[in-house]
């Protein structure tokens, strides 16, 4: 009974918690929470979820804030193209 109310209210906190992020901080967490995921599952099966879960946050987190980079550096030269474009019509 306590497990079945314990985890829909701690997935609520988290998700709670993420309301005041940008969206690198958002991208870097949810890299994070998604390699600690698969890398515990990874590591269990390898015989040590702790450092697997460690491990796969690690480069989660990395990941999501390249991504991050990435989708930055596109939306600006997308607004750069945009503005030249509308500054060549006039």
């Keep these: 009974?306590?497990?079945?109310?314990?985890?829909p209210?701690?997935?609520?906190?988290?998700l709670a918690g993420c309301a005041d992020m940008n969206?690198?901080?958002q991208r870097t967490l949810t890299g994070g929470a998604a390699g600690a995921a698969g890398g515990a599952l990874i590591g269990a099966m390898?015989?040590?979820?702790?450092?697997?879960a460690l491990?796969?946050?690690a480069a989660g987190a990395g990941g999501g804030y390249l991504f991050?980079?990435?989708k930055q550096s596109q939306?600006?030269?997308y607004e750069q193209g945009y503005?030249?474009?509308?500054?060549?019509?006039?």
């Design 46 to 52: 390898a015989g040590n979820a702790g450092l697997g």
């Design 68 to 70: 991050d980079q990435s």
């Design 55 to 57: 491990i796969g946050g």
């Design 1 to 7: 009974m306590r497990k079945t109310i314990l985890l």
């Design 23 to 25: 969206s690198t901080q």
């Design 9 to 14: 209210a701690l997935l609520a906190l988290g």
């Design 83 to 90: 503005q030249q474009g509308r500054a060549s019509h006039r």
């Design 75 to 77: 939306q600006r030269a």
